[in-house]
């Protein structure tokens, strides 16, 4: 998969199983001529399960009324697949603008030469993070990171 929006901002999705997600350079560009690859999604969240990697892409939850629930990545978030030169804005990004359950990361999270690839990045309170190999800086500003920009102190659910 390379990229996807759901949900209607209240209810977002029960359960999303993927391969996957952004194993290839997204064929859809923004409006600024750079590629995308963002999957959104608006509103409470079950569960999601990516059994391999997050290359290509960013995966975002807004959910900040309501919560997303766990979210497992079998394998790494790689930003090392976007350099200076092909204009990817998004690679191996997790990102959540609401609490958050449970996140695991079966194996590393690994930044690359663009700003904010391979990130972690939670906006709200989250129940817990598991990263099961290393996190990697990169040579991009704020690269292989895990952030935690906290605006409410409610506890994920």
Request: net charge negative; hydrophobic share 40%.
């Amino acid at each position: 998969m390379l990229e996807f929006d759901c949900g209607d901002g209240t209810n977002g999705i029960g359960k999303l199983a993927l391969g996957s997600y952004g194993t290839i350079e997204p064929i859809r560009f923004s409006p600024t001529g750079a590629a995308d690859g963002i999957g959104l999604i608006l509103g409470a969240t079950g569960s999601v399960m990516i059994q391999g990697d997050v290359n290509y892409g960013k995966l975002e939850f807004y959910a900040p009324t309501a919560s997303v629930g766990a979210v497992t990545i079998g394998g790494s978030l790689t930003g090392a697949v976007a350099d200076a030169v092909n204009g990817m804005l998004h690679a191996g990004e997790l990102e959540f603008y609401g609490p958050a359950g449970m996140v695991k990361i079966g194996g590393s999270v690994i930044g690359g030469d663009r700003a904010n690839t391979g990130t972690v990045t939670f906006h709200y309170s989250f129940n817990s993070l598991t990263i099961g190999s290393d996190v990697v800086g990169g040579n991009g500003t704020d690269a292989g990171e895990i952030v935690q920009l906290s605006r409410d102190r409610r506890p994920a659910v």
